[in-house]
């Protein structure tokens, strides 16, 4: 007998190939990541690629020290994580602010659209607001075919502007996340 299941409708392999991809061609070569269902694909493609490091975090403000240390060693880093794991890094996306040190976060979203958790819900709607008021650039994306342009320009305007930016991938843009096979 098989326990419930949690898998996503429409993962991460429509678009993360193209997202990997303009990350490579962006001269990222440090993904740091929270494990999360929804940056499946393009977690699995960073660690198969031999010029990319890609560090399992065990909490995401780890992943705001690594990111600020890789950019002052010369190398550029992107953060993968989930928005429940927002308020884990509150305090470290201050280093990013006050030091000027760029990061793209590419943020999944929980507590939107189909979700099913109502302990996602809270963090969810909280994401946005509490990026912005720690001085991170927050911009949205819900069109898959349009990622890896958005991911484009978000590097451009972190790394030029020195600045923390969060690109929030809408739960339309991943799917429904379901639980044990129910819609």
Not at 156 to 165: E, Q
Request: glycine share 12%; proline share 5%.
């Amino acid at each position: 007998m098989t326990g419930p299941v949690s898998t996503f409708q429409n993962t991460g392999g429509i678009w993360s190939q193209g997202v990997y991809e303009t990350l490579k061609s962006e001269g990222i070569r440090l993904v740091a990541f929270v494990p999360d269902g929804g940056h499946r694909g393009l977690i699995e493609r960073s660690q198969a690629d031999p010029e990319m490091r890609a560090i399992t975090l065990s909490t995401e403000e780890e992943g705001i020290a690594l990111a600020a240390g890789a950019w002052l060693g010369g190398t550029k880093s992107v953060m993968l994580m989930q928005s429940s794991g927002v308020g884990n890094c509150i305090n470290m996306l201050s280093l990013l602010k006050t030091c000027q040190f760029p990061l793209l976060m590419l943020v999944t979203m929980r507590g939107e659209w189909g979700e099913f958790n109502p302990w996602q819900v809270p963090m969810g709607q909280a994401t946005p607001a509490v990026l912005s008021a720690m001085g991170v650039l927050v911009q949205r994306v819900d069109d898959p075919e349009a990622l890896p342009g958005e991911v484009e320009a978000a590097l451009r305007l972190a790394y030029s502007t020195y600045s923390p930016v969060a690109l929030l991938l809408s739960q339309k843009l991943l799917g429904s996340k379901v639980f044990g096979g129910k819609k």
